[in-house]
């Protein structure tokens, strides 16, 4: 009768029939009165939603305090209904990270030594002893046990997450993934929320025992290639801001070698890694290909609705938003889709309202919180937007993201200390994004450290090029070189950077026309300056700095004296200030090839990322005193 029960329960599970399965699984368990039947029916109720029933059948004496597997499911009976508090009772805190497995324990055993060991192996096995000694413990275990103490792990950091405790929680997803490696849950968690540094996400991915994973014909070279392959996997998922050939070779291993080249999480990788190179139009045909053969996949959402709002794809966003709010209305990525496309059509408050939106429905959403900071620093709300980056940094404090954009937004209200100092901490975190090399030289410039602030201008142009970025990408870091060279005494290197601009353009900023026609002055180029203060007149008639320069111009082609060194020094300040002004107007005319990041990752991300990734936010443009704008504006 228990065999014919059981087959029965098993039909009915395979059927998706849970309300036979329960009753069948209920007489079952009153003809056996059997833990393991108690635990089998607890996890039928917990498959339809019935988190208190399925409690009660864990609840039977000593089942809980005995088997792993059901104190893991009544801890996530208690995470399902929010009572993280609960569910920490349940599980402890603490994690038993003797089961870690020590790198290479898998593979390799110590060989005995026998009396005659030299006093330098012996000395070597005591430093040993700790590690030998946490593997032994591992043996013992029950491999079964093993993984539901990692997916408690899991559990405990998902508690903590949930509580603001982001540190305990980065611990407890690490532990899991130490002691079971294909608990990719509590990995994934570590890389969508940006809990470590790219570099620490490299390290950390360095110090895991794939080794441990074996596969059921206990062939060695199939477990080994078993291991390689979850290392690639892993590894696809990692910040794309560090290691790109690494990346790439694990990308083409696993597209061509196991032919997953079509795969949406493969795609995914290679649009994230587009994407933060600037490269927004083949990033978006990659998320575009993932949406079209899998429409409810949203992880490749945020990347995709970054790059429209970058190529300023008004229609395409509209469509889509519209179509997410009506299809997916419970889930932040519609809300937040629905921000993007306000954000890009300039209607700031609405944008503001539906990013407040998606980040309340899920307040661990990166990119809510970035778009939501976004609406402040596109509105000149600098304080607001301070406050709401400072909140994404300390949701999510591996990336370097949010500090970058608090070094900005302090940047362009003149706090330079303030921002030399979050800057420094985005570098400690990313050393090879072009934008922020690019605003840590513009610091570096107000505090005319010139050298350092041209040196770090040059090497985010040489790093955009080796990664394959867009040549409009580069445009305002070209420029700032420009005007860097320019106060440094180097006019020749600073003409040939504001004429590289110019050609790279499709129209001449009037902007640069007037800087490059200052340098032509400085050279003595009168003529040739008289041209560019032509150009950039006819591009902004109205402007008051290159008409007075017109004017310089032409008095030295008469051979009159033009100004003193006091005068010269005053129309400086006001060629900057007018500049700065005179770009702002044009901000939003030039959205195009301007840097803008989003949080995501999936970005990230990734990522995002997510890890995606979106700054609406200028990328900063130089100026050669520290005069307040705030009056001009």
Known sequence: ???FLRDWRQDALNKHQYESAIFIGDKLLALTNSDKDAFWLAQVHFSTGAYTRAQTYLKRDGLVENNPACKYLLAHCHVK??????ALVVLGDKNPVYLIAAPGSARQKLRHVDGRATNGVSKKLAHRSDRVDR???REREDINNIRFEAAMCYLRGVCYAKQNAFDRAKECYKDAVRIDVQCFEAFDQLMKNSLMTPDEEWSFLASLDFDTITVSSDSPSASQEAAQFTKMLYTTRLSKYSHPKELATATETLSTHYNLSANPDILLSRAESLFTTCRFRDALALTTTILQTSPDNLAPLPIHLACLHELNEKNALFLLSHSLAQSHPDSPVAWLAVGVYYLTINRIAEAR???SKSSMMDPHFGPAWIGFAHTFAAEGEHDQAISAYSTAARLFSGSHLPSLFLGMQN?????IALAHEYLGAAYAMCRTDPLLLNELATVFYHEDHLDESIRLFAHALELAASLGAEPAATVATRTNLGHALRRAGRFEEALAQFEDVLRTTANKDPAVCTAKGLVLLEMGEAWLAVVAFHEALAGAPQDPIATELLGKALE?????SVMGEEEEEEFERRLEGSRVEVMRRQAGRQRRGQRRRYVSDGAGAGHGEGGG?????????????EEDEDEEE
Do not use: A, T
């Open 81 to 86: 209904q929010g009572n993280f508090d609960q």
């Open 556 to 560: 030295v082609l008469e051979g009159v």
């Open 353 to 355: 309202r539906f990013f």
């Open 613 to 625: 990734r979106m700054g609406m936010g200028e990328e900063s443009m130089l100026v050669d005193s």
């Open 135 to 137: 593997s032994e413990d």
């Open 411 to 415: 940047l362009q209200l003149h706090n």
């Open 1 to 3: 009768m228990e065999k």
